[in-house]
């Protein structure tokens, strides 16, 4: 722990709906749900206008559509998303050169080490000095938490949203964590907060009272000591702005080429499960899947996506895999697949029971997870390196798929954005970040030659009041 707050932590508000509200003035204020549209999508975001209907992240998008049947509903833009992100973590660079991202939307900055703060009052002008530059520069809201250590600023970040700023004094760590819930912590979820329940503990003070031999007893050796630790105030983890370039994969080559496309996930399947045991064995879990497939003509497509989080669960690894392979023509045969998993960390931000529970269900019978993205009919766009959207946007624009949200130009009518799509027709709504009010609202046959997929336009900064 250390003596004065000099850890940031940044999260943006509700980031990928807020982004869209920002480039769609007509979303400005209104319900936004960001996620996989198709019958097994989940939310991936909700606007906080959506969340007073009771939206959440990971929510079915089902049952979002029947809490807030008038919300906007659109499919992830990662190219628009990953776009801010470098802005925001530009930002960050200027205070210290150890920031360290845990997603698109969320970093840990070392201030002492840029020499940006060495006390509470110069940390807190130093947090709220960032959170006007992320509004002058993307238009959008972060919350801010400082602390000690990066385990009580990620709290106080929470405890901050929306567009806040919150410094925990050092000294004050276990009477702030006492009467917190045990789920405030990091690592315990639902599954574990109920096996912690059941067991008389519901607040961290009653985590450092049990003391680390019960909660070892209770979770195992690793987990327990990891919560009492925290339990009781102390986190001693350094912020890491790079870490060493590592990756863990598996890849079979087929005597004979695949042509079952059902054979072929099959495979898939059964090589993310293999790399998700290599990956456990050397103590890590990863935010990006990768899938490589090499085809009858030797040619070789790689794929990946980027998680909002480490994971090591073999589920996760297994549908993005699969998602992966949707988005890959695997026609005239396979002769090598591979799933890897890189930007390792030594640590995962899922709960230990329901990664338990989830492969007890792997285990007994097929799994039937909610797919976190797209499903086939809504492709969410994977996150590999430069030319991956275009390749995609080329690929829909092929097949006259118009995904809800995305970004559109006509030859008469300038830019817009597809409000849905059915039946041949798309509707688009033409209108831009700068417009001063909601665009016109126009539908055309799918197949117009004079409409075509475009890439996002930039962010207007500090754009209208979105009341």
Request: net charge negative; with cysteine.
């Amino acid at each position: 722990m250390r003596p004065a707050p000099t850890i940031l932590h940044l999260d943006m508000d509700a980031f990928f709906a807020a982004a869209e509200q920002a480039a769609k003035p007509s979303l400005r204020g209104k319900p936004v749900v960001v996620g996989g549209l198709g019958p097994r999508g989940v939310v991936s975001t909700a606007s906080y206008e959506a969340r007073r209907f009771g939206i959440h992240s990971a929510m079915p998008m089902a049952q979002a559509r029947r809490l807030a049947p008038n919300a906007a509903y659109l499919v992830p833009r990662f190219a628009l998303y990953r776009t801010v992100s470098e802005q925001v973590m530009e930002l960050l660079g200027r205070l210290s050169p150890l920031v360290e991202p845990l997603s698109l939307d969320e970093a840990f900055v070392d201030l002492e080490a840029g020499g940006s703060a060495s006390d509470s009052v110069s940390a807190r002008a130093t947090g709220e000095r960032l959170r006007r530059d992320i509004r002058d520069v993307t238009g959008l809201t972060g919350s801010v938490g400082l602390a000690g250590s990066k385990m009580l600023a990620k709290i106080a970040s929470e405890q901050a949203k929306p567009d806040g700023l919150v410094l925990i004094e050092p000294g004050t760590e276990r009477d702030l964590l006492g009467p917190m819930t045990v789920r405030t912590l990091p690592g315990v979820g639902p599954a574990t907060g109920e096996h912690l329940r059941r067991a008389g503990m519901m607040t961290i003070a009653d985590l450092a009272e049990a003391g680390e031999d019960e909660l070892v007893r209770l979770v195992g050796k690793a987990h327990g000591a990891s919560l009492y630790r925290m339990a009781s105030g102390h986190d001693d983890r350094p912020v890491v702005a790079e870490r060493e370039t590592k990756s863990v994969s598996v890849e079979d080559t087929f005597d004979v080429d695949l042509h079952d496309r059902v054979r072929v996930r099959t495979e898939v399947d059964r090589l993310a499960e293999r790399c998700v045991r290599r990956l456990r064995e050397s103590g890590h879990s990863g935010r990006t899947i990768v899938l490589k497939v090499r085809r009858y003509d030797f040619s070789t497509l790689t794929r990946s996506e980027t998680l909002r989080g480490p994971t090591d669960d073999p589920v996760v690894v297994r549908e993005a895999a699969g998602r992966l392979l949707e988005s890959l023509d695997t026609t005239g045969g396979v002769r090598l697949l591979g799933v890897g998993v890189t930007g390792l960390t030594d640590y995962t931000q899922e709960d230990l029971f329901a990664q338990a529970a989830a492969e007890a269900a792997s285990a007994a019978g097929p799994a039937h997870e909610p797919d976190t993205g797209a499903t086939p009919d809504e492709p969410e766009p994977p996150s590999p390196g430069p030319g991956a959207d275009a390749d995609a946007a080329a690929e829909a624009v092929t097949a006259r798929h118009w995904p809800a949200g995305h970004d559109v130009r006509h030859a008469e009518f300038g830019a817009g954005w597809v409000q849905g799509s059915g039946v041949g027709r798309v509707t688009v709504r033409f209108e831009e970040p700068t417009s001063a009010v909601p665009g016109r609202v126009r539908t055309f046959r799918t197949d117009d030659p004079d409409l075509e997929l475009s890439e996002p336009l930039p962010l207007v900064a500090t754009p209208p009041d979105r009341a």
